[in-house]
């Protein structure tokens, strides 16, 4: 299985970009940078679907360019998966004509098959030969993390999470799982921020982490405030010395 790391920052800054990763050019998760980062034609040739993790603005960013881009050149049927609160948001909020046309009523119309799915916490989702399980999360809003198989191995997500088990309890149910994706947007000392936003801190995911059976599984840090970058990773390398962290960066590819 192949990542690459489209954008994995918790904020958006000069060279820092939304959260947004594509498995095997075929599947995203998130939409916080897609079309600034793939060209249109590669997008409309190769991805078919998205997994959306929750509605936060970071999350769902370039969200309406991608669909505009798959209603004009799109050529395959593409399909949103999101939770029914996560759906509710978005046409709410964006696809309700006065932040954004509804673009799947557009392609409903146009005869496009643009498609947004619910999915349902721990129902596994059949996408080709991947099978993709949502792991609700603890969030401000409804967010689910992700363990996504392709049969040989698996990788997880957390999505934007703060303390919680029914993640690692899955996690620890997959005896191929070689990587974890986890959220880490503060340092130890801000801890006020990280209950009040329900991001991890380096202090919380130092424990959390303790819950994953093996330390085996690669770690892979992710939604790192831009300025706050060195910090965490300095206060994560001291913590957990023996476990095997990757400090993710935008532009990176990771094989599994």
């Known amino acids: 299985m192949q990542i690459k790391i489209l954008g994995c920052s918790g904020a958006k800054s000069v060279g820092k970009s939304p959260t947004s990763f594509l498995i095997d050019n075929k599947i995203l998760i998130d939409c916080g940078s897609v079309v600034s980062k793939l060209k249109s034609d590669f997008i409309a040739d190769n991805i078919g679907c998205l997994l959306?993790?929750?509605?936060?603005?970071?999350?769902?960013?370039?969200?309406?360019f991608l669909l505009e881009l798959l209603l004009q050149d799109g050529k395959n049927p593409f399909t949103v998966f999101a939770s029914g609160d996560s759906i509710d948001s978005l046409y709410s909020n964006i696809f309700n004509f006065e932040s954004w046309p509804d673009l799947f009523q557009i392609a409903e119309k146009e005869g496009k098959e643009l498609h947004l799915t619910e999915y349902t916490n721990l129902e596994t989702?059949?996408?080709?030969?991947?099978?993709?399980?949502?792991?609700?999360?603890?969030?401000?809003?409804?967010?689910?993390?992700?363990?996504?198989?392709?049969?040989?191995?698996?990788?997880?997500?957390?999505?934007d999470t703060y303390i919680t088990d029914s993640f690692w309890e899955q996690c620890n149910n997959k005896k191929n799982l070689k990587a974890v994706i986890v959220d880490v947007s503060f340092p130890g000392h801000m801890h006020e921020e990280a209950d009040i936003t329900k991001h991890m801190s380096t202090d919380l995911i130092s424990r959390e982490l303790n819950k994953l059976d093996s330390k085996q599984i690669e770690i892979l840090i992710s939604?790192?405030?831009?300025?706050?970058?060195?910090?965490?990773?300095?206060?994560?390398?001291?913590?957990?010395?023996?476990?095997?962290?990757?400090?993710?960066?935008?532009?990176m590819t990771l094989n599994f």
């Open 52 to 64: 959306l993790t929750h509605s936060h603005f970071d999350h769902i960013m370039e969200l309406p």
């Open 125 to 159: 989702i059949s996408v080709d030969e991947y099978r993709v399980t949502p792991v609700k999360v603890n969030h401000t809003v409804t967010t689910h993390g992700f363990l996504v198989d392709d049969g040989k191995c698996s990788i997880g997500f957390t999505g």
């Open 223 to 251: 939604h790192m405030k831009p300025k706050l970058i060195d910090e965490i990773k300095s206060e994560l390398k001291k913590a957990k010395p023996d476990f095997n962290l990757t400090f993710l960066e935008d532009g």
